[in-house]
Structure formats: structure tokens, C-alpha cells
């Protein structure tokens, strides 16, 4: 039993370290807990494939944590950062909700890259950018917000996301090092950050190639 629902524990493990951020003090550990539910999102995924234990549970499964998790965080940056993010994180949480419900209904699964996990990532490294920078991060975690809400109620796929064009393992995981990294390596994370950006806005602006 435990086997076969091996991928569907990594996906709720994924998510219950995050109630770490109810607690006093609990935002220090935001970026950390973002790497954190990154892995194992991709984790179970590849579990799911090289195991051969994929179905349609825990691909419904897997969408809700991801909606659940990154809600959690949403709202935990809009509480700490104070009013003006708090509304735009409104925004975000009601486009998580509608690409999630959109994902849960479709007759067959969309590949359209994984808007709704770019958004994390992005969030991480407007962190990590703006501490090595010593600026302010509302303004570009603002920026970073509105962007990736509109990619996730937009009607076209992103394949140009760097996780999107990741498709083995291994590619996978390097994308989870440079997570890694950026965290770890402060210097690294502005170049990691503008690579991740890039790619992003290369999808908004290209929907036609990327029908």
C-alpha cells in the first residue's frame, strides 16, 4: 500500500512542513520551505513516472497540494510584507484557484509548462535578488505577482519555462540546484534570477509560437 501511493505521501509531505509558517517567527524559514515544496513537487512527479505508479488521483492529488502550498505562501509574503501585497497576493491566490480548477476538469492533461510552481520559484529568487541587492522586495515581488498571474489565466502554453523544456530527471534536478545554489551562493542568484525572468517573459511574448 505504502508503495503504490509512494508519489501521493511525497506530494502531502510536500505540503505539511508548511505550517511551519503559521507560527511566530515562522516566515525566516519562507525560502527554505519554498526549495523545499519545489523538490518535492518534482519529486513525486518523477516518482509517479519511473515507478509506472501514475493515475488520475494523484495527478488530481498532486494539483491540489500544489494549489494548497502555494496559496500558503502567497498569503504568507502579502501578511508580511503588509497591505499593498496582501491585495496583489489576492490576485494571485484567485488565479492559482481558477488554473488549478481549469487543470482538475480538462478531459486530458494540459502541457503548458507549470506556471503556477514558476510563480514560487520567481518569488524565491525576487527574495534572494533583492537581499543580495539590499533593496526593498515589495515593488518587484508586486511585479513578479501580477506577471505570473497573468501567465496562469492565460489561454496559451509556455514551453519556453526552464522547467517546461526540463524533461528528464536529471534536467530536473539540476533546475532544483540552481535553487539550491541561488540560496547558498548569494552571488549566483541575480544571474539565476535573470535567466528565470527572461524565459518567462520570452513566453508572454511569443503566445503565438507558442500555440
Not at 488520475?56 to 508580511?80: Q, R
Amino acid at each position: 500500500m505504502i508503495y503504490k501511493n509512494l508519489p501521493n505521501i511525497v506530494s502531502l509531505l510536500g505540503v505539511l512542513p508548511l505550517s511551519i509558517l503559521f507560527f511566530k517567527d515562522g516566515f525566516q524559514y519562507l525560502i527554505p520551505l519554498i526549495i523545499y515544496n519545489n523538490i518535492m513537487d518534482d519529486l513525486d512527479g518523477i516518482l509517479a513516472i519511473k515507478l509506472d505508479l501514475k493515475s488520475d488521483f494523484g495527478a488530481a492529488l498532486d494539483n491540489v497540494c500544489d494549489a494548497v502550498a502555494h496559496v500558503i505562501i502567497i498569503m504568507a509574503l502579502g501578511i508580511h510584507y503588509g497591505v499593498a501585497l496582501s491585495i496583489v497576493s489576492l490576485v494571485a491566490v484567485t488565479a492559482i484557484l481558477l488554473r488549478v480548477t481549469s487543470r482538475l476538469s480538462a478531459p486530458e492533461k494540459i502541457s503548458a509548462g507549470s506556471p503556477t510552481n514558476e510563480l514560487m520559484r520567481h518569488l524565491l529568487l525576487a527574495l534572494l535578488t533583492a537581499k543580495y541587492f539590499e533593496f526593498a522586495p515589495e515593488p518587484l515581488l508586486i511585479v513578479v505577482i501580477l506577471l505570473n498571474s497573468i501567465s496562469m489565466l492565460s489561454p496559451f502554453p509556455m514551453p519556453y519555462l526552464i522547467r517546461a523544456l526540463t524533461k528528464s530527471a536529471t534536467a530536473i534536478g539540476f533546475v532544483n540546484v540552481a535553487l539550491l545554489v541561488a540560496w547558498l551562493v548569494p552571488i549566483a542568484a541575480p544571474a539565476i534570477a535573470f535567466c528565470f525572468f527572461a524565459t518567462h517573459l520570452y513566453s508572454l511574448a511569443r503566445p503565438a509560437a507558442s500555440e
